[in-house]
């Protein structure tokens, strides 16, 4: 396959029609300082199999599962994939990450979005899902924009306890604009602190994630109650929608939008991507929802059909007034969040949330009782803290070497919580795999 | 879409570049879209308008429609405060399609200076920028 598509006489054709002698000349007017004067260091052209050795030892530097034990989630969870959703979505009709830009053709493409919107909206309690957005972080900060347009406000607050990957989306969003961000601090035990709200004057929106980054489920009817008569509208985040098997989901929490990251349902890490926004809204704001919404309708002969709806909202109509400037979606990975879904089927999600809080909760208790500090007290899922000894580094890379990788480090994204790891289980770990890394950090 | 003079631009209003109508109605004005706008715009399917009790400038955005091909945002022929918004367009925008003049009304306001309904245009002098 060519990836430079002109070849050495279109170059000469072109360079005929706009009288210019060589390629040199046609760049004659960008500053010499602006131009690279070293040539590319582009590595020599491999052979296909030389190319596969040299990623499959990319590939083996890594620390992945299941050739290690990975006790790190943070926002990415090794969950097993039913093969039926695999085989499902490697058939050639599916393979796109687009909704299609000749919607009504594609029904069957249509059809398995509109699905998905269905079964997001049941999983998250809420009225209406778009066809999705990028990831989780793109997700929260179309929801805020979304809040300032239906409020009217110009400032958010957003819980530090939300992924602070997100976060810094969510700034990047803002950054450029005349919108604010407030920052809700934790609490000890673990969830956000409220207290500050009333003082911050008129809100648009206040976000909390549940489960929040450390692992801890929010208190968000408390924030409900707070929100009552005032513009804000509650925004509920999310890295891990499985823990909605077992806690309660955003909408009965009350919130007026849910956003977040759908990569634990049937979508496999792959080093951090392609992953799946999730975006959900009470009904009465959908036409300020950004991305595309597919629609169910019956034809002139009352059949049933399925279109793009709603796109009037969209960036190809709606200029620099639409909802958003993506309307790009990942299709393919909603596709298969809706596979996994109803691979699962309602009471197999249950029991597999609640396999999940098992395992975590065996393991929390083991490391409990082997000495170790578990510094915020509120109910987790599949996600929780602990505070190892000073210099447990070593320990961790200890453990790296047996490839046991002993959760995240969170000093990075808070550097008030020295040697404190926030670990994960998921339904992949077994009673041995916990034990061991029990046995090794104590020993 | 109709030819212009199948369109109906009658006396009794006033009319904005911006295709908005005026008419004066005892302390206060109403506001609508004419059937030049409505025609334009196709079959309208949402109508979103401002809050009674709101304030705007003349020439500020006081809504927006929603046809099945496009948005278009609402401007304020006059300014002054929200007395009244048409929340039967909530259900039934089709109004607007239908009597543009009549029940497709879509607020009133309470004009902070009347006299700048001299500055819109009569029915021939809106008709004439039509026609270009």
């Known amino acids: 396959m060519r990836y430079l598509p002109h070849t050495p006489e279109d170059v000469a054709a072109m360079l005929k029609a706009v009288e210019i002698d060589s390629l040199e000349g046609l760049f004659a007017h960008i500053p010499k300082d602006c131009r690279r004067k070293d040539a590319l260091k582009i590595p020599q052209p491999l052979t296909e199999w030389e190319l596969n050795d040299h990623i499959d030892t990319l590939a083996g530097s890594m620390a992945v599962s299941p050739q290690y034990k990975v006790f790190m989630g943070a926002g990415s969870y090794e969950h097993y994939i039913p093969s039926a959703v695999s085989f499902l979505l490697s058939r050639s009709e599916f393979v796109t990450a687009y909704t299609p830009y000749q919607p009504e053709l594609s029904q069957g493409t249509l059809q398995a979005i509109y699905e998905y919107q269905t079964l997001a909206t049941r999983l998250l309690g809420m009225e209406v899902a778009n066809a999705s957005q990028y990831d989780g972080a793109s997700s929260l900060a179309e929801a805020m924009l979304m809040a300032i347009r239906v409020s009217r406000q110009k400032t958010v607050a957003v819980s530090r306890a939300v992924h602070p990957s997100y976060r810094r989306v969510l700034e990047t969003y803002f950054e450029p604009t005349d919108l604010n961000i407030r920052e809700l601090p934790y609490l000890s035990d673990g969830t956000t602190d409220l207290s500050s709200i009333e003082d911050m004057g008129d809100l648009g929106a206040v976000a909390l994630q549940s489960p929040n980054f450390l692992g801890c489920i929010e208190n968000i009817e408390a924030l409900k109650q707070k929100l009552q008569n005032k513009k804000a509208l509650l925004v509920v985040c999310f890295s891990e929608p499985l823990a909605y098997g077992l806690y309660k989901n955003p909408g009965q929490c009350g919130a007026d939008i849910a956003c977040g990251e759908g990569q634990s349902l049937g979508i496999p890490r792959s080093f951090g991507g392609p992953a799946l926004g999730m975006f959900a809204s009470k009904m009465k704001y959908v036409r300020n929802m950004p991305g595309r919404l597919v629609g169910q309708t019956t034809d002139l002969d009352g059949k049933r059909g399925h279109v793009l709806t709603l796109a009037t909202r969209e960036q190809h109509i709606r200029r620099e007034k639409a909802t958003s400037n993506i309307c790009t979606n990942h299709s393919l990975c909603a596709l298969a969040a809706a596979m996994y879904m109803a691979a699962l089927g309602g009471s197999g999600f249950k029991e597999l949330a609640r396999l999940n809080y098992d395992k ?29 000894p000073a210099g447990f580094k070593k320990t961790y890379q200890r453990l790296l070497k047996k490839k046991i990788v002993a959760g995240l480090p969170l000093a990075g994204f808070y550097p008030e919580l020295k040697n404190h790891y926030l670990l994960c289980v998921t339904e992949t770990m077994t009673r041995e795999d916990m034990d061991t890394l029990v046995k090794e950090v104590s020993s | ?43 309208i399917v949402f109508v979103e308008l401002p809050e009674v ?21 609402l401007y304020m022929p006059i300014a002054g405060e929200i007395v009244a918004v048409n929340s039967s367009l909530e259900d039934a925008p089709e109004k607007v399609n239908n009597t543009p003049y009549g029940d497709g009304w879509m607020i009133e306001v309470k004009a902070e ?20």
Request: glycine letters at 8%; hydrophobic letters at 35%.
């Open chain 1, 360 to 388: 975590s909760e065996y393991l929390k208790t083991a490391l409990v009782n082997a000495g170790f500090k578990l510094p915020f007290s509120r109910a987790t899922f599949n996600e929780f803290v602990i505070e190892f």
């Open chain 2, 1 to 43: 879409m109709k030819e212009l003079n199948e369109l109906n631009f009658p006396a009794d209003v006033r009319y904005a570049e911006s295709h908005e109508w005026v008419r004066s109605e005892g302390d206060s004005v109403k506001v609508g879209i004419t059937d030049y706008a409505q025609d334009q715009l196709g079959d």
């Open chain 2, 53 to 73: 009790g709101d304030t705007l400038d003349k020439g500020e955005e006081f809504g927006t429609v929603e046809s099945v091909k496009a948005v278009s945002e």
């Open chain 2, 113 to 132: 200076d009347p006299s700048e309904m001299d500055d819109l245009m009569d029915n021939d002098a809106y008709l004439g920028t039509l026609k270009g």
